[in-house]
């Protein structure tokens, strides 16, 4: 019997990361935490709003995730929005170096998570900004598919009134 994946706990997701960037690749990179900032996450205290990330000098940074100080740190807590460095394979780093390099793209953090091992995760995208009526376009269709999901729901219920 094959094992099932466990589903992974999501601390914080960037829901503007869909909204107004088209991900073209994604990535999955460790981030480098002191034990209390670890300690807050568990306590939900992570927020991807706004943060992005840069290759410098060979090694990946990720800028503007806030986690808040643990409750029970007292000096051990660090600054909330410190830059934080990514771990990610030295081909994986050049590869987003230069694709970041190119114009147009940038790599936006798109969740934070637990792994199975338990172990604090990046999801890391590989983007190109939308236009103002790509973003149009995104809610028109959103809108339009949850008419037809509410159409549908409504026909399945009169179904089962008769």
Partial sequence: MA?????????ARNRRAH?????????????????????????????????????RKGEAWLHGLHIKPYSHGNRANVEPDRARKLL???????YLGDKAAQGGFTLVPI???FNEDE?????????????????RDSLAKRDSERDVQRALKERTR?????
């Fill in 119 to 135: 172990r604090v995760k990046v999801e890391l995208g590989v983007a190109r900004g939308k236009k103002r009526y790509d973003k």
């Fill in 88 to 94: 990610l394979h030295k081909k994986q780093i050049r």
């Fill in 111 to 113: 969740r934070l998570y």
């Fill in 158 to 162: 009169q179904g089962s009134d008769e």
């Fill in 3 to 11: 094992k099932n994946k466990p589903d992974l706990h999501i601390i």
């Fill in 19 to 55: 909204f107004d960037y088209e991900i073209l690749e994604t990535f999955e990179a460790g981030i480098v935490l002191a034990g209390t900032e670890v300690r807050s996450l568990r306590e939900g205290g992570g927020q991807l709003t706004d943060s992005f990330a840069l290759v």
